[in-house]
């Protein structure tokens, strides 16, 4: 059985998560630029973005179809070859616009927040949950590969 590395983190955000008051969506989308405190979260989310272009870049519809294993889905968004909506954890979502490369212009990633996550997580736990989220979106989309 491999040995997880991010099983530290990976509890130390769950049980920040179970003692946290559940509160609605607010639907007000933000950045890790917009949550205050700290740099470490926008570093893991910049590696978060450079693992979806490097993995989906070439074929955003892939992101698609590995985010809906995960139960994500598509959405509606203003721009954006592959706009998704992913729950990590149950009350929060992680929305993740990849335009794909083309002839003229690399791959781009944005990640958005919903305003309630600050009520959940702090900032560096906010960064690693959105790693770990990129990294399952990867090995789902190689498991796939894998099997088809």
């Known amino acids: 059985?491999?040995?997880?590395?991010?099983?530290?983190?990976?509890y130390h955000i769950l049980s920040t998560y179970a003692k946290a008051k559940p509160t609605t969506e607010t639907h007000k989308l933000i950045t890790s630029k917009q949550l205050s405190g700290g740099k470490y979260c926008h570093v893991a989310v910049e590696r978060a973005k450079q693992?979806?272009?490097?993995?989906?870049?070439?074929?955003?519809e892939?992101?698609?179809?590995?985010?809906?294993?995960?139960?994500?889905y598509?959405?509606?968004f203003s721009y954006?070859?592959?706009?998704?909506?992913?729950?990590?954890?149950?009350l929060i979502p992680i929305i993740i616009i990849l335009t794909g490369e083309d002839q003229e212009?690399?791959?781009t990633t944005e990640i958005f927040f919903d305003e309630s996550?600050?009520?959940y997580l702090d900032l560096e736990q906010t960064?690693?949950?959105?790693?770990?989220?990129?990294?399952r979106l990867k090995d789902t989309h190689q498991t796939l590969k894998t099997h088809h």
Do not use: Q, V
Request: contains cysteine; positive net charge; hydrophobic residues 35%.
């Open 105 to 107: 212009f690399p791959a």
């Open 80 to 90: 954006g070859d592959c706009p998704i909506k992913i729950y990590p954890l149950p």
């Open 1 to 10: 059985m491999p040995k997880c590395k991010n099983l530290p983190n990976i």
């Open 51 to 60: 693992t979806i272009r490097k993995t989906f870049g070439m074929k955003p």
């Open 74 to 76: 598509k959405i509606k």
């Open 62 to 72: 892939k992101l698609c179809e590995a985010a809906k294993l995960l139960g994500g």
């Open 117 to 119: 996550i600050s009520n």
């Open 127 to 135: 960064g690693i949950l959105t790693e770990i989220t990129a990294e």
